[in-house]
């Protein structure tokens, strides 16, 4: 009840995963906005991720829009993603990651959400495809990852495999006029993965201080047999983890408020197969034409 009282109009699109032959893109989920005592100016980073599912290099253009109707801004608001150069989209679940920063309204009201949206066109056959993300308006905290804006987190090739940890850093920041004492924050997982643990008590901070963490939580993809396709390994996943904190005095316990969020990117592990001689995930027919087409042959 508390995740849907949360979220915004295109929660739905906020976790992305990829399907075979199918490109996808992902936005930053509730990323703040904050007007308030402490920020110099009313803006929030943002990324948006494009990952090309398919086997040929692609070109595509991208363009964000405000679908909220409060005025958001974004710089840059549009750009192309060229193959090679310094921005490949090659080889499938091939992802590159494109920052920017959302420009908020002089008048975005404190507590309230705005969602923007990416339309990201394929160059040559017009294939497009969306996704959506959003800003929040805080009162007196701020969150911030540290580190890397996207963390990559290793999906295990098989369900035999123990999943592989990443860790992730957080800076939360007091900006109101009083101190904070006896606050935990509990991530929120949108997507295909688990967090531990599953409250992050932090310390008292003063008014106009922050407390920072290098090695705060821990990411987790698991995948079940049932969703591997012919042998072929887990497809790239990305999501969000949503940092919520309770805002009540007294608190009562739950919590209420999000404070700031996280991407997170499953990236596939190869898994062994013996007698795949071409990489296809599958040892079928064409394997074995080119073992017969190669048999005989001497090796130096």
Partial sequence: MILTSILAAGAVNAAAVGQVGENYCHLTWDKQCC???GCNVSIAPGVLTICNEKPEPAE??????????????FMPASGTVVPGGN????????????????????????????????????VGTNETFTCFGNVRNVSDWKLDPVGDPVIDVSIPADATQPAVSSRGGLSVSNLGSSGKDGVSI???????FRVEPSQLVIPPIAPGSSFTVDSFFDVFYEIQPQSLTRGAPPQSNIGDILFMIDTDVPPDGIADTVIGSQTVRGVPTAAPCPGDINNDGVVDTADLGILIGAFGTFCF
């Fill in 35 to 37: 007007p308030v005592p």
């Fill in 60 to 73: 595509f253009t991208w363009v964000l829009t405000d679908v909220s109707g409060l005025g958001l801004q």
């Fill in 87 to 122: 921005s490949p989209i090659g080889i499938p679940s091939t992802c590159i990651d494109i920052p920017f920063t959302v420009i908020c309204p002089p008048n975005f009201p404190v507590g309230s959400v705005a969602d923007y949206q990416a339309t990201v066109t394929k």
């Fill in 186 to 192: 509990t991530p929120v997982v949108m997507g295909s």
